[in-house]
């Protein structure tokens, strides 16, 4: 089975410095992997995406995220934090079920928090 | 353009009651999603549908769930009997197609509490 890791439950970072979320993934055959972005009574926002090319993907709001398939990790990045990016972020990897469906499998989820 | 929406916002239901959530995905897409989001077992996939495609029901926690999709477009969910353990934030999503590289779009999800 597929699974996706988010070894943090929160994160901290002071505005205008860079950020990291991590993910790991275990997957068997290629790997498609996802970031969406949940905002507090908000429906999750689609991010980014990797599904191949590029190890470096970028996204919405100034994000991107790193593929890396030696150490299976697809980590979050921005350069400089803004405190309207605090939210709870999830890492998702395409899940390829029975009869060719395709769920999302989602890891816990990381509380990113940008203090002023 | 409009995105998927979802109603009701919120249900608060008694135990043993029935429930429908429904959900209006955008419009040309042709996969659409069920999933749940409660606190101890974090987002997990409960169903899928492909145009008129028979549904993959391999996420469902149990016989008490079911889903239908209507013209392939407008899907509800079903509850029977509900539960306790059911109260949860059940999200629909849609994409293009079911193709792995097509991204998900979410509506703002139903919140259901069950007393």
């Known amino acids: 089975a597929q699974s996706v890791a988010q070894p943090e439950d929160q994160v901290n970072v002071a505005e205008g410095n860079p950020l990291t979320v991590k993910c790991t993934y275990s997957v068997s055959g290629n790997p498609y992997l996802f970031w969406y972005v949940q905002y507090p009574n908000r429906g999750l926002q689609f991010l980014l995406k990797y599904i191949t090319g590029d190890n470096l993907v970028k996204g919405s709001y100034g994000f991107e995220a790193e593929f890396n398939k030696s150490q299976t990790s697809f980590h979050l990045k921005k350069p400089s934090a803004l405190v309207s990016d605090s939210a709870l972020y999830f890492c998702?990897?395409?899940?390829?079920?029975?009869?060719?469906?395709?769920?999302?499998?989602f890891g816990k989820g990381t509380h990113l928090i940008i203090q002023p | 353009g409009a995105g998927v929406s979802q109603s009701p916002s919120n249900k608060v239901t008694e135990k043993g009651k029935d429930v429908e959530l429904r959900c209006d995905p955008i419009s040309g897409h042709t996969a659409l999603y069920w999933y749940r989001q409660s606190l101890g077992q974090g987002l997990e996939f409960l169903i899928y549908f492909q145009g008129n495609s028979a549904p993959d029901k391999s996420g469902l926690p149990s016989d008490r769930f079911s889903a239908e999709r209507t013209g392939g477009s407008v899907s509800t969910l079903t509850i029977q009997r509900t539960q306790q353990e059911d109260s949860a934030v059940y999200l629909c999503?849609?994409?293009?197609?079911?193709?792995?590289?097509?991204?998900?779009?979410f509506g703002p999800g139903t919140r259901l509490t069950v007393t």
């Open positions: 998702a990897v395409r899940d390829r079920r029975g009869g060719g469906a395709d769920g999302l499998t």
């Open positions: 999503a849609s994409s293009r197609t079911s193709e792995s590289s097509y991204e998900q779009y």
